[in-house]
């Protein structure tokens, strides 16, 4: 198949730190060129996506609605694609939704169902589709359109399976430093349980007073904030880890970093919203929690949860083979 893929223009795919959706597009592309198709990225200028991939670079890292519309579009009346398949902007899509020409538009975040609904009307019959990041995101989508579920996964020889840990392994927490994260509920289970904690992740200008009023003032020895984190870093902290927290008080549409941790044989342990029961299987790859006081429960019983059966459980439905595979799948029903 002649396929296209189309990314936001503000990270470079794959990303040096942050940048979750953009490792998922360097992961598929590698898998799709594997498999032998033509694959084409329209992506940041910085990118350097796998060897055998069509790169097309935004004029600019900048969300200009005209130009990129106006550069996709000119990239499928040159190359004449089979399917289009958008992790961008919808409305990059515009100019090419009256045409036949099968697009998908894949969601990693809450969708706008008034928008979706008007790209509906917009495009020729049966010729667009929505893909959700799980069920939660596209089970919200199928009340206005064609909606699929294919969750987002992990390239899995990227990640060091650790079967045991040190009695002492910490908890880490990864992820943006923000409110909705739950980063100062991770310090709390920490504290209750009397564990160490490892705290990744960046840290938004505009949440610096969080950091600065619910992080920082509880740092310690065995409560550590290190920065960001690259991708050698990440595994070694993941794979290290006696748990994941997922302490988050927001519905994540799938949180890869969940699947990252789980294919370290690392179990999670997160709130029950949003994706989070989805992803992690209750009592065998982690716990699902309600409460402060199950996150607590659940760190002091993780040890009857298996890292085996836990990375197991990633290779068979987080795999960058099976999320390649499912994502294929749906080319082939949108393009017969």
């Not at 396929?3 to 223009?9: G, W």
């Not at 992790?87 to 979706?116: A, T």
């Not at 990041?133 to 909606?147: L, P």
């Not at 709390?188 to 505009?206: S, Y």
């Amino acid at each position: 198949m002649k396929i296209l893929i189309t990314a936001d223009p503000f990270i470079p795919v794959p990303p040096i730190h942050y940048g979750g959706i953009e490792r998922i597009l360097d992961m598929i592309i590698r898998e799709y060129v594997k498999l032998g198709h033509d694959v084409t990225l329209i992506a940041h200028p910085d990118s350097k996506p796998a060897e055998g991939c069509r790169f097309i670079p935004y004029a600019s890292d900048k969300d200009s609605i005209l130009a990129n519309s106006i550069l996709i579009t000119k990239a499928y009346f040159k190359y004449r694609f089979d399917i289009i398949h958008s992790f961008s902007r919808l409305m990059y899509l515009l100019p090419l939704m009256p045409l036949g020409v099968p697009k998908i538009m894949s969601y990693q975040r809450e969708p706008s169902l008034n928008q979706i609904s008007k790209a509906v009307k917009l495009s020729k019959k049966g010729s667009i589709a929505f893909a959700g990041c799980s069920d939660y995101i596209s089970n919200q989508i199928a009340t206005v359109g064609d909606a699929y579920t294919v969750y987002n996964g992990v390239p899995i020889d990227q990640f060091t399976f650790n079967a045991n840990v040190s009695e002492d392994a910490p908890l880490v927490f990864l992820g943006r430093i923000e409110e909705i994260k739950g980063t100062h509920i991770a310090i709390e289970v920490a504290k209750r349980t009397n564990k160490k904690l490892i705290i990744a992740g960046n840290i938004p200008q505009e949440h610096q007073s969080y950091f600065d009023l619910k992080v920082k003032p509880f740092l310690s020895d065995s409560i550590q904030y290190i920065g960001p984190v690259n991708d050698q870093q990440k595994n070694t902290l993941l794979q290290n880890a006696s748990a994941f927290l997922m302490p988050i008080l927001w519905n994540e549409p799938f949180g890869i970093v969940m699947a990252e941790a789980m294919a370290c044989g690392t179990p999670v342990i997160g709130f029950n919203r949003g994706s989070v029961p989805e992803v992690v299987s209750n009592n065998k790859t982690g716990y699902v929690c309600e409460s402060i006081e199950d996150m607590c429960s659940a760190v002091e019983n993780i040890s009857n949860i298996a890292r085996d059966d836990v990375r197991n459980a990633v290779v068979v439905r987080f795999s960058g083979e099976v999320i390649s595979n499912n994502y294929i799948d749906l080319y082939k029903k949108r393009i017969l």
